[in-house]
């Protein structure tokens, strides 16, 4: 079955650094990808739809400047998370699908700890 | 490694009938589960979650779980379908009671018939 690898599973970084998670459709080329964001004991919230070749469309509230996503190929989107602060410390986690019509497949997540 | 399956990749049924989501998953130590939906263009949103305690659990938009530890199931119900409840629905197992370090199933699209 089609698998999405996230890397890294958890990282942890000092204050005011930045953080590159990738999110990579290992046999399948993914239109659209997403990434969540989950909060202790919360649900994941959707932070950002990602479609190949065009600028991602971030939901309500989630700051562009300091969630940059790119998903410049079929099968690779990455989500930099720019002078990170510990109130960014979360579980981000992305999913893929290759059609709007076809299943959506989950990365294993990152663990991202800010001290 | 915990695993979480979903054996039904498409289910339809008709609006007013009853529905029943498989879940099956595997792990090796008290599992936490949850159920999600995801309805076309958005996010994921919670459904209902296990810990502990009455093993039939109540969510949101009359959904309910029953949890089987003997079948290692955690099927999701509901008595009488919606149009409005035709999405993609993912069963998942996690660490904790945070629902931190996830697994989601495959997903199961629901289409719903008039």
């Known amino acids: 079955g089609a698998v999405v690898s996230q890397h890294p599973s958890r990282v942890i970084c000092k204050s005011g650094t930045s953080v590159k998670i990738e999110c990579r459709s290992l046999?399948?080329?993914?239109?659209?990808m997403f990434w969540y964001r989950q909060f202790p004991k919360q649900s994941l919230m959707l932070m950002a739809t990602?479609?190949?070749?065009?600028?991602?469309?971030?939901e309500q509230g989630v700051e562009k400047d300091k969630f940059l996503i790119n998903h410049a190929s079929l099968t690779l989107s990455t989500l930099t998370v720019t002078s990170a602060h510990p109130e960014d410390s979360s579980f981000y986690i992305c999913?893929?699908?290759?059609?709007?019509?076809?299943?959506?497949?989950f990365g294993s997540g990152t663990q991202l700890s800010v001290l | 490694a915990q695993s979480v399956t979903q054996p039904d990749i498409h289910i339809t049924v008709s609006e007013g009938a009853s529905l029943e989501l498989r879940c099956n998953y595997s792990y090796g130590a008290t599992p936490y589960l949850f159920w999600y939906v995801q309805s076309p263009g958005q996010g994921l949103q919670l459904l209902l979650k296990y810990f502990s305690g009455d093993t039939l659990v109540q969510g949101i938009k009359g959904f309910e779980a029953e949890f089987k530890r003997s079948q290692s199931s955690f099927n999701l119900r509901k008595p009488s379908v919606h149009w409005s409840d035709a999405a993609e629905y993912f069963c998942?197992?996690?660490?904790?009671?945070?629902?931190?370090?996830?697994?989601f199933g495959g997903g199961t699209r629901l289409m719903v018939k008039p």
């Open positions: 046999d399948f080329q993914a239109t659209t």
């Open positions: 999913s893929a699908r290759r059609t709007p019509n076809e299943k959506l497949f």
């Open positions: 998942a197992v996690g660490y904790n009671n945070a629902g931190n370090m996830l697994t």
């Open positions: 990602s479609n190949e070749g065009s600028k991602a469309t971030y």
